[in-house]
């Protein structure tokens, strides 16, 4: 009895470092239990989760890197240094989001097990500020292999400092930022009434898509509950916008409406910056009309599906495309094209495809993107491609590992169309767009 008042003790008026001892030993602990090893390789990095964890310091490793203080580097500065290293910014470009890249050039080369420590204000803007240094804050990441798989800090509870946090990223979002926190006036509210201090910490589930070597939509285990705010919380924190998180369905009438192409296509530019993920999607949108008019189908209908099947993923992965089936909802797009849809990610939601719209993009858009990889591998890309080739390629597992071979099985055979068939169908439809050829 006397050891678990200590240990209620210890964790009542807890912090970020007590907090990282919790998160090694848990780590370990799933190590042992569950693969009864230590020792992990991913990404061609090795790491033994028993080793002593390395605390590395954002600011330091970044000055010590690039030679630039992240207080006061100008953001011209970094932008110049990204654009040396020949770094994508895709979506809203602000300070924050420019030094972060930074840090994340180093990243992907630490093996770990390491914490990431002391990260400005600026870039976490819940988390508590160090005693006696206001910019920085007693945050930390969990590195391993390159990656970021978990997220804790010492909880910020005073409510006014943290309702004018929420207010700044708030307005960050209003402005474009799509990363930038939410108001959750809710928290707010219950910090009124009093909490000790303490420590949270958020684990990735990329964790246990990492140590089973499973892909994400494979490990996604829930879809993302829709946030509502009461109306009295709007008045009495004077929020700006009530419906707290900006989406397109203000832009747009909830009644039903007529799709068309145009609009498919300014709704992709808006919401993917990825040229890849733009080229994926005119690749299976193409596919998908050409086997609407082969199938006597609605072609504009099933282009339309093609084109814009991910439209959440870019800034939404771990969501997807459950985000986006919600906007099709506010949108009044066709039942057909929402339940095609949400079942080409049958696996995440558990809806198996029912109507031959939902059956062909499962067929496609899978093996659209193992076709894409090995036509990067010819010399003449999809030019003198034959699906012998294609085939022998499939069975390579090693190859595009990451592509879902059992979603485009079970697609094809849901189509009832002939897997040789079906990918020399493809192959001709790839062959005629213009900005797949080498």
């Known amino acids: 009895m006397q050891e678990y008042y200590q240990l209620e003790w210890y964790w009542a008026y807890a912090n970020y ?46 000055n010590d890197t690039f030679g630039v203080d992240v207080l006061t580097v100008s ?64 945050r930390f990441q969990v590195i391993v292999a390159g990656s970021e798989l978990g997220n804790g800090y010492s909880e910020l509870n005073d409510p006014f400092d943290q309702l004018e946090r929420f207010k700044d990223q708030q307005n960050a979002r209003e402005a474009g930022d799509e990363e930038a926190q939410m108001m959750d006036v809710d928290f707010v509210e219950m910090l009124e009434y009093g909490m000790p201090p303490t420590s949270g910490y958020g684990q990735s589930e990329r964790i246990f ?89 609605d072609p504009d209908l099933w282009y339309i599906t093609g084109l814009i099947h991910d439209l959440d993923y870019f800034n939404y992965p771990t ?39 939902a059956n062909m993009l499962l067929a496609i858009d899978e093996l659209a993107g193992f076709l894409y990889a090995y036509s990067l591998m010819r010399p003449d890309g999809f030019e003198n491609m034959d699906g012998k080739s294609v085939k022998k390629k499939f069975k390579d597992k090693a190859f595009a590992k990451k592509i879902d071979r ?20 493809l192959i001709s439809v790839f062959k005629k767009m213009g900005e797949l050829k080498k």
């Not at 001892?21 to 020792?39: C, G, M, P, W």
């Not at 080409?344 to 939601?349: C, E, F, P, S």
């Open 209 to 297: 898509w990492f140590l089973e070597g499973i892909t994400g939509r494979e490990g996604t285990l829930f879809p993302q509950l829709r946030k509502k705010i009461d109306d009295i919380n709007i008045q009495i924190y004077g929020l700006k916008d009530p419906n707290i998180i900006k989406t397109p369905s203000k832009t747009r009438s909830k009644e039903k409406i007529t799709i068309n192409k145009k609009d498919a296509l300014m709704l992709l530019n808006e919401h993917v910056k990825d040229e890849y993920q733009k080229l994926h999607a005119f690749m299976v949108a193409n596919a998908m009309e050409a086997y609407a008019h082969k199938l006597h189908e």
């Open 319 to 357: 969501e997807h495309p459950n985000r986006e089936i919600e906007w099709l909802e506010n949108w009044g797009y066709p039942e057909e094209m929402i339940h095609a849809i949400t079942a080409h990610a049958h696996r995440t939601n558990s809806i198996e495809p029912l109507t031959p719209l």
């Open 75 to 138: 953001e011209e500065e970094v932008l110049n240094i990204l654009k040396k290293k020949n770094v994508k910014l895709p979506g809203l470009i602000n300070r924050a989001r420019l030094i972060d890249n930074l840090w994340k050039l180093i990243r992907k080369d630490v093996a770990g097990p390491a914490f990431l420590i002391n990260q400005p204000k600026f870039i976490s803007p819940l988390a508590k500020s160090v005693t006696g240094n206001e910019n920085f804050t007693e």
């Open 17 to 62: 470092e007590k907090n990282m001892d919790l998160v090694r030993e848990l780590f370990l602990h799933i190590a042992n239990s569950v693969y009864q090893k230590t020792q992990f390789e991913k990404n061609g990095l090795k790491f033994d989760l028993s080793d002593k964890w390395e605390k590395i310091d954002y600011a330091k490793i970044i």
């Open 406 to 425: 059992d979603d485009i099985i079970y697609g094809i055979e849901k189509s009832g169309v002939d897997f040789d068939e079906h990918v020399e169908f």
